[in-house]
């Protein structure tokens, strides 16, 4: 068994084996989407009440795949601007999907998206109060995500960079400073992330997990590229797991001349 198989992690007293997160929006098709989350071999698929309206029977091919998948689903409040509007949605989550898992995003501004952090931290302590088991999306900010552990939230997801921009890590230090000074929960990059080499890098800084969306469903070919995540992530973990070689400020030859043969004029 290869470290990536026997590595399981727990979410909510929950384990799974597969470290990559994976939303349903923005795929060509229904079937594409289906094939891309089996190549991502993913067990956590995100799910958008607003967007499928399945209380008005919208989106029903698509919520038939999901459920002959059999994958954990995520709930999330995209598209929420307020505390009210985000516990509400919640609420209506947890009845249809049958779920007290939920992903909170709280819209702070519409030009880049940033989840706000006021409201993030308020809504997340209504729901927690009323049961739900929160993975907050969030800036990567250290006091904040603190006071999102503060009122009960088990699991947090700083972003990488603005949702939708496949910019990767914007400031691996903020992501690394949450890392070290939170390290009993289990911490989630969601968001940015563009390239598999994103969430190599992620892994490797300790991170638990990967959530991401666009990078797969927008690729040229999303089936591929679920793959390559997949493999990414795998990656990243086991070399998190083995230890990185400290970065130095000279070069240090890889093959020592003590000892060695040399040829020599007779």
Request: charge should be negative.
């Amino acid at each position: 068994m290869t470290t990536s198989e026997s590595d399981k992690w727990t979410l909510y007293g929950q384990t799974f084996q597969s470290r990559l997160l994976i939303g349903s929006a923005l795929y060509p098709s229904p079937a594409i989407m289906r094939e891309a989350i089996t190549a991502s071999g993913a067990e956590i698929v995100t799910v958008s009440l607003r967007r499928q309206s399945p209380e008005q029977g919208g989106g029903e091919s698509f919520w038939r795949q999901l459920k002959e998948m059999n994958k954990t689903l995520l709930p999330n409040t995209a598209g929420c601007h307020s505390v009210k509007e985000a516990v509400t949605l919640g609420q209506m989550s947890r009845e249809l999907f049958e779920t007290d898992w939920l992903k909170l995003e709280v819209v702070g501004d519409d030009y880049n998206l940033q989840p706000d952090p006021f409201g993030t931290v308020e809504a997340a302590e209504k729901l927690v109060k009323l049961g739900f088991k929160v993975f907050p999306y969030c800036t990567d900010d250290l006091v904040l995500c603190q006071r999102l552990r503060d009122v009960g939230c088990q699991v947090l997801m700083p972003w990488g960079s603005p949702i939708g921009t496949g910019r990767g890590l914007m400031n691996p230090y903020n992501l690394q400073t949450i890392r070290e000074r939170i390290p009993e929960l289990p911490l989630i990059v969601d968001a940015g992330i563009g390239k598999p080499s994103h969430a190599v890098q992620a892994l490797e800084l300790g991170y638990d997990g990967i959530l991401l969306n666009t990078a797969i469903a927008q690729a040229g070919n999303p089936v591929v590229m679920a793959g390559a995540f997949r493999n990414a992530v795998n990656a990243g973990r086991q070399a998190a797991l083995a230890g990185a070689m400290p970065e130095r400020q000279t070069a240090s030859p890889s093959t020592p001349t003590l000892g060695m043969p040399f040829w020599h004029q007779q």
